[in-house]
């Protein structure tokens, strides 16, 4: 991957300055955000290894559910988090992805928790709020909210790309 493109993980960071410094094992996120953050970047990025071994050994998926070429991951919206940062030995992380599915748009809003083990931050298991098609509504304009639910307006949403 070229190193001067922006992270996927929508920090407006170089991806080799913020989360691939995770995907290649130089660093370790030091909150449960970077970990959410970083684990959105290896799906964007089809980094199977880094997805599995940033997941919890307890409830860790075989690699090949995770395998879904249909996929474009889009845009990470963190939504809140609790707890989770440095001193901290539990987080949870709310946040809405955006993806493309076969070339329509897809919304996954999901309540995430992590759990940090020999000061390393894996991920456990989330909540699914709400995942499922997004609806275009016809002539609204980009001043009308945002059909993702998220109370923009469409051009401050998912209509700025």
């Not at 913020?18 to 030091?30: M, R, V």
């Not at 997805?51 to 860790?60: C, D, E, Q, T, V």
């Not at 809405?96 to 000061?119: C, I, P, Q």
Request: net charge positive.
């Amino acid at each position: 991957m070229n190193s001067s493109i922006d992270c996927p993980c929508g920090s407006g960071t170089e991806y080799s300055q913020c989360c691939g410094l995770f995907h290649s094992d130089e660093k370790h996120p030091a909150s449960a955000e970077a970990l959410m953050r970083s684990r959105f970047s290896a799906y964007a990025l089809d980094n199977t290894a880094y997805i599995l071994s940033s997941w919890g050994a307890s409830n860790r998926p075989d690699d090949k559910k995770l395998s879904n070429e249909n996929l474009v991951w889009q845009k990470l919206e963190i939504i809140d988090t609790k707890k989770g940062s440095l001193n901290d030995i539990k987080g949870i992380v709310e946040f809405k992805a955006y993806y493309l599915n076969n070339g329509e748009d897809y919304l996954l809003h999901e309540v995430s928790r992590f759990t940090k083990t020999n000061g390393r931050w894996f991920y456990v298991d989330g909540v699914v709020k709400k995942v499922g098609k997004i609806v275009r509504q016809e002539n609204q304009g980009k001043n009308a909210p945002c059909p993702c639910g998220s109370g923009k307006k469409y051009k401050r949403c998912c209509g700025a790309g």
